[in-house]
Structure formats: structure tokens, C-alpha cells
């Protein structure tokens, strides 16, 4: 007994041939490349929730992904919080018809889509009732107020 108690730390531990990689569906790739291809990054958490995966295996994946070209290098600490960028994602696509009726129908309601910053908007009978309001509670206006919303 006593030379199994000296010879037991010796011998080779089961464990050390276990695998370390945890198994993900093979469907959850394939969403997962969609997932890819619609976000610009996305973490291992959003990845486990969307998918229904656990954090090991959302982690297993994004890795191979990772390793795959998909994603770029993982980023983060912590299991959950790590996250990577895309690099399968699209431009959503735009209907240039849809937006061409969607300028004119602007311009129909009186609006000016000519300036560069989106609607050019006259604001100052909004100006006024606030003033109003102001003066009703008692403030006095700045000279430079008065002059704005003549």
C-alpha cells in the first residue's frame, strides 16, 4: 500500500487527454456568419443570447470564426465581455426610388431639403411662444431675443 501512495503522483492523470474545445451546433455558424453580415461587431454574450448558446460555446464560436477570416481578433477580458468586428458586414441597402419619393414628399409639405444639414426650418414661431410663455412668468428678454423673433 505504501508503494501505490508513492507511485500514484507518477502516473500519468485521465484528464489530460480530455478536449478542451467546447462543441457548437453547426447551424449556430451559419447564423452566426449572418449575424456577422448585419452588425459591425457584436460580443460573445449578444452572440449566446441571440443564438441560444452558452458563453462557452458562443466563445468556441466567435473564435472560430476569428480563425476562419470572418471576424477579426477577439477583443476584451472577461468571457461575456469580450467582442470583435466584422469584417463579412454589408451596407444595408438603400432604394434610390424610394428615397428620390421620399425627397419630394418633403418638398410637397413646404419643406427646404436644400440646405446641407437636412431640413432648413423656420423656427421663429416656435421663438415666439416661448418668448410669450417666458414674459407671462415674469422674465425679461435680452435685446438680442427681441431681435430675433421680429
Known sequence: MLGGAFAAPLMPS????????????????HAAIYHAQSRVNFSV?????????????????????????????LQGTTQSGRWALSKVWQRPFVDAAAAQKAARATKSLGHDTSASDGFAVDLRP???AVCRIAEDQGHVLHPR??????
Open 14 to 29: 485521465a484528464s489530460l487527454g480530455v478536449a478542451t474545445k467546447v462543441a457548437y451546433p453547426a447551424s449556430a455558424l
Open 45 to 73: 454574450f449578444a452572440l449566446a443570447t441571440k443564438l441560444g448558446l452558452s458563453l462557452d460555446q458562443a466563445e468556441a464560436l466567435m473564435s472560430d470564426m476569428s480563425a476562419r477570416g470572418i471576424l477579426g481578433p
Open 126 to 128: 416656435f421663438l415666439r
Open 145 to 150: 431675443c427681441e431681435r430675433m423673433i421680429a
